[in-house]
């Protein structure tokens, strides 16, 4: 902490605080209809996706998940670009096609969120490959969670990094269920950190509900990258406070008990007692932040709310690259 | 996928034919082209030739030679190698092979939505092509009545190709008359005319006037042109030869009664085709001598002995039976002077011809031998009135008498 | 003009492009040092080094999803699969991602990847390496398919292929990996959507795919003995694919025969009937013939093989079939 500037830590903590909100929105907008398909909120989560894209530059690239609305409000996707597609609109990000498990923002380096478990790990990989042949110095992120990495393309894609030292970073969010199904039943091995051993690569496990660790861990692992050492693979320990999807039962798979043990240790609240107690802000000034972004947010639904629905006729535009 | 090889319409108003003889075995492998039989109908004999490859088959049933057959009956067909033959050729036991049975109506249009082809049935399916309806369509040929040469009997793109072709060949052989001179409803099937005397004619009033002839005038040029064409190796010319061409001229100035019945309408003919009835064994026939007025008579009297070689040779073709607008009868080397020729459908007027005899004559109150002959004209009153008929028998009777007036036509 | 092999012609295209683009890079199991399971990269790794001529470990979806990914940020990864059998461990990557990166990011990232692999029954192989499986990539909106069957076809489509900007599924049949065929000089670039008439013809129009283009062509000589005239055409892609080329053919005979080794069911023939049979109806004066290879997977034995799969005979029947039809 000590290292960072009071601008840096206000970073971080605006970040999380445009995350939650938006998120706050978009649950809402989820029950009232507004938004359309499925919506995977990432309450609960924000400080990997805070402290992992604090080090990112605009060229550098992120892959995502169908949970990432925070990774791409972290990238640099506006709200009103994230509601309007989540509405549907010709607004959003990715113009109406894709709504919020298929995000892209090239612009600002978003490559993409997936409905495909597990997409990420192998594309991220492949930027990270041509980032290192064209001789680019950018770094290439994959954000994916536990449920990824049981699939086989986990273990192809960061061998693949590990043998040809790619300047990718591997981000596990462990939120410790994928959909209903607990991590401890999918693996005998509670860690997915140690699991970089088998490909000869640093695997780091970290509390991801410390926006500082997170920080800091990911700090290392993109210097790294960039420095033309090699993947790293960065477990992040962290909860998901709502059910998997909105509309979904919460109950059933795990306990009301668990969830609020969660909830006490949330990150934004976590984060703000610790800038005040440091005396890197005052309950007013972050208070102020917060009004701020909350001002953001209900601009742009209504925004979002009052944008133009894609034209019909677009439909079977851009299956090819030319008619 | 057998091939069904059918008695085939030869002229456009033959419905029965004769297997006269086949001219490959069963057992045969054959080519397109081959000719598979010969094929008499209405005294034409023709060589029908394969039009698929394959290996022909005669059924045990199929009608033996000298069978006079409607026309699409079924008489063998063409498998490929190791082929079994369609279902109904082996139920041959149950079925009779035709015989001049009365023609069916068209058909059954095949059923849409039949999956695999269906047992063949003996006559060919209205089922075409998209792509011969069209080519049907930019030919203006109307395919329904055709046979169909495609697998399931569907009728195909070379069917109506091949249509439209023998169309036009007849029609450049009947060519297009002008001048209706009165209508007349749907008539009946009309007939060849080569059809025997015992059909009735269609409903026609036929009246028959005769006039009397003074033929010195003819005799004379008869004469000199035995002594003129001795030394020539050239066929002389008969007095029926000259009485055609001289009908001929007649008939140009009086077409009125070189009329035909055509689609339903009667046409006073400008051309004069000229059928002369010749006897055989086994009845009349009458090969048509075309455009007469424009022949010599030499060639004329060539053509009328090539014609009736023809006939007794039974080696017409069907074309030279057709297309006549007037028919000449001569029973004079019978010693007949006069009768009542009968009309040919579609014509509408008939002359009959009887001995050129010498007989008393009176000229200037003079009692002298003259030859004479009498002409009868039997003529359709419901197309031809008594007055034209009389006119134009007159103007024979005249070129009969005057020679002369032959070099002014 | 010089001759040379169906995979030299191919190869020359592909190190032409290698020349001018070094974002194309290669990536399959033994395209380094090897030069190729079928020879495809022989000559290039001594001139670009591991990094554009890259070897992998077995993980087809690992290195589809890779070369994916490095081709959204402006790379051109030719994915060497040596068999398109090996291809279908990674459909899962290839369709839901591959084939629409373009579609969902509304065209603002491009999708350069080839995607290469050996097709066809040929040399006793087996039934995990004798498939072809084109329409299964015919079917998926944002493929190309280029199936070429000469050497000068090869080279000229290959170039077009890593000049595109679309994923390209290239297939050579490995019965023409050896074929011999005059290759120009100079730049030679083949469009896509553009059938070549290998044969003109008056009586009946063939379509054949792949190796079944040679053997039509053999059956076409045989049958110009008997009186016959065949066309024959050849569509290089079949997505695009050049119906209108098709169309006027069957405009001119009347009746259509498609070849195709691969299976029937929805197959490159289907597909081409069903089109005829919307645009030229009118022209059709028999219903369009299909001969495919036997519906089964494909055994080892040559004595099973051999009756499985169309030659210049059963071609020519069919043809001699569909004319008396």
Redesign the interface.
């Known amino acids: 902490m000590k290292s960072l500037s009071k601008e840096a830590l206000l970073a971080l903590y605006r970040t999380m605080q445009i995350i939650r909100r938006t998120e706050e929105h978009l649950i809402r907008a989820s029950a009232s209809g507004d938004v359309l398909g499925a919506c995977h909120t990432y309450i609960g989560e924000e400080a990997v996706a805070a402290g992992v894209c604090a080090h990112l530059t605009q060229d550098d690239v992120v892959f995502s998940t169908h949970r990432g609305h925070g990774h791409a409000l972290a990238k640099g996707v506006e709200p009103k670009a994230l509601i309007a597609e989540l509405y549907g609109r010709d607004t959003g990000c990715s113009r109406g096609r894709g709504g919020s498990m298929h995000l892209f923002a090239p612009e600002v380096g978003l490559m993409g969120t997936s409905g495909i478990v597990a997409g990420s790990i192998a594309q991220a990989t492949g930027a990270a490959y041509a980032f290192s042949l064209l001789g680019a110095d950018h770094v290439s992120v994959a954000f994916f969670g536990d449920g990824a990495s049981s699939n086989g393309v986990f273990h192809e894609a960061i061998n693949l990094a590990a043998i040809w030292d790619l300047p990718v970073v591997y981000v596990c969010e462990n939120n410790l269920y994928a959909t209903e199904v607990p991590f401890s039943s999918v693996s005998r091995v509670p860690d997915i950190a140690s699991r970089a051993g088998s490909y000869g690569i640093p695997g780091v496990a970290v509390d991801g509900n410390d926006v500082l660790a997170v920080h800091e861990t990911a700090g290392e692992a993109v210097r790294r990258a960039r420095s033309g050492e090699g993947p790293t693979l960065l477990e992040c320990k962290t909860y998901r406070t709502r059910p998997h999807s909105e509309g979904m039962r919460d109950g059933g798979y795990r306990t009301t008990e668990e969830i609020e043990a969660w909830k006490a240790r949330c990150p934004i609240a976590t984060f703000e007692r610790l800038l005040i107690a440091q005396r890197y802000a005052t309950e007013q000034e972050l208070a102020a932040i917060g009004d701020l972004i909350n001002d953001a947010v209900a601009e742009a639904a209504a925004f979002a709310k009052n944008s133009p629905w894609p034209d019909p006729s677009t439909a079977t535009d851009h299956v090819y690259s030319r008619a | 996928?057998a091939?069904e090889v059918v008695m085939p319409r030869l002229g456009w108003t033959m419905e029965t034919g004769t297997l006269v003889e086949w001219l490959r075995r069963d057992g045969d492998s054959v080519e397109p082209g081959d000719v598979l039989f010969t094929v008499e109908s209405d005294k034409a004999v023709q060589e029908i030739e394969a039009l698929?490859r394959g290996i022909l088959h005669v059924p045990p049933d199929s009608p033996p030679p000298g069978t006079e057959v409607e026309v699409g009956t079924v008489l063998a067909y063409l498998l490929r190698p190791g082929e079994p033959l369609p279902r109904q050729a082996q139920d041959a036991a149950s079925r009779p092979p035709k015989v001049a049975v009365v023609p069916e109506a068209s058909a059954e249009a095949p059923k849409p939505g039949t999956a695999a082809a269906p047992a063949m049935p003996s006559r060919p399916t209205t089922a075409i092509?998209?792509?011969?309806?069209?080519v049907a369509r930019e030919l203006g040929v109307a395919w329904e009545s055709l046979t169909g040469s495609?697998?399931t009997g569907r009728i195909?793109?070379r069917d109506v190709r091949r249509a439209a072709e023998a169309a036009r060949v007849a029609e450049t052989s009947t060519r297009p008359l002008v001048e209706p001179v009165a209508k007349e409803p749907t008539m009946p099937a009309p007939w060849a005319i080569t059809q025997p005397r015992s059909k009735p004619s269609h409903g026609t009033v036929p009246v028959t006037l005769t006039a009397t002839a003074d033929a010195t005038e003819l005799v004379r040029i008869h004469e000199q042109l035995i002594e003129s064409l001795a030394s020539r190796a050239q066929a002389v010319p008969t007095y029926n030869d000259l009485l055609i061409k001289l009908c001929g001229l007649a008939l140009l100035e009086h077409q009125r009664v070189n009329a035909v019945w055509r689609s339903g309408e009667i046409i006073a003919a400008s051309d004069v085709h000229i059928a002369i009835e010749v006897e055989t064994e086994s009845g009349v026939v009458a090969p048509v001598i075309r455009d007469v007025p424009s022949k010599s008579i030499l060639s004329l009297a060539d053509e009328v002995r090539e014609l009736t070689q023809k006939v007794h040779g039974a080696q017409l073709k069907p074309d030279e039976l057709q297309g006549g607008t007037f028919t000449i009868a001569n029973l004079g080397e019978y010693g007949i002077d006069a009768f009542t020729p009968t009309i040919n459908w579609p014509q509408s007027a008939a002359l009959g011809l009887g001995r050129v005899v010498e007989k008393a004559g009176v000229r200037d109150g003079v009692i002298l031998p003259r030859y004479h002959t009498v002409l009868s004209l039997t003529f359709d009153h419901r197309v031809v009135d008594g007055g034209p008929a009389a006119r134009f028998l007159d103007s024979v009777c005249e070129y009969v008498e005057k020679p002369s007036l032959w070099l002014v036509r | 003009m010089r001759e040379m092999t169906f995979t030299d012609a191919a190869r020359e295209g592909l190190a032409e492009e290698m020349a001018q683009n070094p974002g194309i890079f290669v990536m399959g199991e033994g395209v380094g040092t090897r030069g190729g399971n079928f020879n495809t990269t022989v000559g290039l790794y001594d001139l670009y080094g591991p990094k554009r001529l890259r070897d992998t470990p077995i993980c087809e979806r690992g290195f589809t999803g890779l070369c994916t990914g490095a081709a959204m940020v402006g790379a051109h990864p030719v994915v060497d699969f040596m068999f398109i059998d090996f291809e279908l461990d990674a459909i899962g990557e290839l369709f839901n991602q591959t084939s629409r990166i373009q579609y969902m990011s509304s065209g603002r990232l491009q999708m350069p990847i080839l995607v290469r692999g050996s097709i066809g029954i040929f040399g006793s192989a087996g039934p995990h390496h004798s498939g072809n499986y084109y329409p299964l990539f015919m079917h998926v909106p944002g493929f190309r398919v280029v199936v070429p069957t000469t050497p000068a076809d090869a080279k000229g489509l290959i170039k077009t292929a890593l000049r595109s900007t679309d994923p390209v599924i290239f297939l050579e049949h490995k019965g023409l990996l050896f074929s011999k065929g005059p290759v120009p000089e100079g730049e030679l670039l083949v469009p896509f959507g553009k059938a070549s008439i290998t044969r003109e013809g008056t009586d009946v129009t063939v379509v054949a795919v792949a190796l079944m283009v040679q053997k039509t062509l053999e059956a076409a000589k045989q049958l110009e003995q008997e009186g016959v005239s065949c066309e024959v055409i050849d569509p290089r892609t079949l997505a695009p694919l050049d119906v209108d080329t098709i169309r006027d053919s069957v405009h001119k005979t009347?009746r259509l025969l498609i070849v195709d080794e691969d299976w029937g069911p929805c197959g490159i023939g289907a597909e081409i009937a069903a089109r005829i049979v919307d645009e030229a109806?009118?022209?059709?004066?028999?219903p369009i013939s299909r001969l495919n290879g036997a519906f089964a997977p494909t055994p080892y034995s040559p004595s099973l093989t051999a009756g499985m799969v169309p030659n210049a005979q059963t071609i020519a029947q069919a043809i001699r079939?569909l004319l008396?039809?």
Request: hydrophobic content about 35%; charged content about 50%; overall charge negative.
């Open positions: 996928m091939f698929e092509s998209p792509r011969a309806r069209r495609g697998r195909v793109e | 009347g109806f009118d022209d059709l004066d028999a079939d008396a039809e």
